[in-house]
């Protein structure tokens, strides 16, 4: 070694490791690595020729059936809510296995993960089945994911009953491994890409308080939906027959379609997205897959002129 050559400190290794990780970490400057890959997910076109055929089975459920996957009775999606069975149970079994003696135990905690996988995963696909193609991409991966993580689990445990433990063992860490991941991107599709999320909640916080002209009521022709905007937010006005004038928020809170282009009977609109149906006079949501109700205003026409209002003196923020 030359004799000024640098010895390598301790602190080498240390400052190496602090900038892997730091290096996995969002950069002020731009995406850090972890979200680059999973934006190359959400552009990764070769997936589309195995979504559009899968997604064609799902959408052959029964609407009713999909209603309750998707989580209407509920108000909001039911898939988050059943994968904490599955996750609760493998985490919880991976713990006995870091302790001697407790392998039953992990062994039944993984039988329940593996059973309630079943609906949590039926649940997800028909929410899956509606998502836009970036969404449906990162989804895909997401149920890859945890289709291996329910692969090591159901090798796992055949192991355990057979009496290799270790080799249980290390499929159960395998699978948590897996089962990990999903749930980030699991995290990535609610937060970041917003499935599943209602698309309509900011409506409250954004219109101001107070009456809102939308123009004489000659604008409106009687069963043609017109928007208008309120607040920067866009509605969808339709006069009745009888003069009644119904206007609801435009962008539907299951993926922001415009309601105003979609099919109106019967006192409903449909968005022609994914078919949520909404009755115009309350903004129920009586057909998923949306499984918040849409806003709607109150409305009065005073000498011709169309006045609009959501209910509620004061926003709250
Ligand atoms: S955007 Fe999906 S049903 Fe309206």
Redesign the pocket.
Known sequence: MAFFERVPRATDAADAATTAATSLLPDPEGPGRVLAAVDRIEGARWADPLIKPLRGVVRRLPPPTRDVLHGRWLGHPVHPALVQVPLGTWTSAALLDLIPGKGRGAGALIAVGLVSAAPAAVAGLADWA?LRKPQARVGLVHAAANSAAIACYAASLVARLRGRRLRGRALGFAGLTSATVGGALGGHLAYRQAAGANHAEQVAAVVEPGWHLLGSLSEFPVGTPVVRVVSGVPVMVLREPDDVVRVIADR?S????PLSEGEIADGCVT?P????VFRLSDGWNIRG??TAPQPVFETRVTTGRVMARLPGETKEL
Do not use: F, R
């Not at 997205?273 to 949520?276: A, I, V, Y």
């Open positions: 509606d539907c299951h993926m922001a379609g968005c997205w994914h078919g949520s897959p949306a």
